[in-house]
């Protein structure tokens, strides 16, 4: 059974950061790329980083770009997301997800404000 488990997210100011973690089950992590998204009150859920299996590719929404640092360690079945200098419009519920595989974990609560 697939199962995604992030965590890492809280109550941040503005300029801060955070590193969301995400450990992966339930499927061959390391032949897999992985995703993530994330979701704001209101607003359809958004691509925000992707990884290819090996780690050796990286890409990001332009919004992002920068600022966010998406990493791998497929010894441990592990996503990271770091997050610097977090804009109260980064605020969202973040969620790993492996791409071609329909699985979402719980996600992972994100709020930047002063």
């Known amino acids: 059974q697939v199962q995604l488990v992030e965590s890492g997210g809280g109550l941040v100011q503005p300029g801060g950061s955070l590193r969301l973690s995400c450990v992966a089950s339930?499927?061959?992590?390391?032949?897999?790329?992985m995703t993530w998204y994330r979701q704001a009150p209101g607003k359809e859920r958004e691509l925000v980083a992707h990884i290819t299996s090996t780690g050796g590719r990286t890409d990001y929404v332009s919004s992002v770009k920068g600022r966010f640092t998406i990493s791998r360690d497929n010894a441990k079945n592990t996503v990271y997301l770091q997050m610097n200098t977090l804009k109260p419009e980064d605020t969202a519920v973040y969620y790993c997800k492996a791409v071609l595989l329909d699985y979402w974990g719980q996600g992972t609560q994100v709020t930047v404000s002063s």
């Open positions: 339930g499927f061959t992590f390391s032949g897999y790329a």
